[in-house]
């Protein structure tokens, strides 16, 4: 029976198959982890802190659908399928989702609307994202 990730591969799905990278994996990480870190840096605008811990919450999100063996046509889908990459919830995932959605008015209509509570709402997800993570074993060492 294929899994959740498999019924979204194939021709004009948003997945594709592809072997899990341990080197890729870990650039991901650092990538991630260094963004959040600075996403929580107060002296920083709102604006700059929205798009370090997007960026993070993308990296993360990615680096768990690689470590599946999967690659993503887009950006949105390392968010919705967080059910299937890590266990996670609607109350990480949405959270995940809105802020994609902001960074898209932002990038492509020039309205970035952030407040405070997004941010602080991203990160915590974004942490929650990390924690499974860091319970996961390099790819290939499964």
């Known amino acids: 029976m294929p899994s959740p990730l498999d019924n979204l591969c194939g021709p004009s799905k948003p997945l594709a198959a592809e072997a899990p990278d341990a080197r890729e994996f870990a650039g991901l990480l650092r990538s991630g982890h260094a963004r959040l870190k600075d996403a ?21 999100c990615l680096a768990a659908l690689r470590w599946h ?10 968010f919705q399928v967080l059910p299937h990459t890590l266990s996670l919830g609607p109350e990480v995932w949405r959270v995940l989702a809105k802020g994609h959605e902001i960074r898209n008015l932002g ?18 997800a974004c942490q929650q994202v990390a924690a499974k993570l860091s319970a996961l074993p390099a790819p290939g060492g499964r």
Do not use: K, P, T, W
């Not at 929580?40 to 990296?59: I, K, P, T, W």
């Not at 063996?69 to 390392?78: D, E, T």
């Not at 990038?107 to 915590?124: A, H, K, Q, S, T």
């Open 40 to 60: 929580q840096v107060a002296q920083l605008s709102l604006e700059g802190r929205f798009d370090l811990v997007y960026n993070a919450a993308h990296a993360l």
């Open 69 to 78: 063996g999967y690659r993503s046509g887009n950006r949105f889908i390392v």
């Open 107 to 124: 990038e492509y209509e020039g309205d970035l609307n952030v407040d405070e509570r997004i941010v602080r709402d991203m990160i915590v």
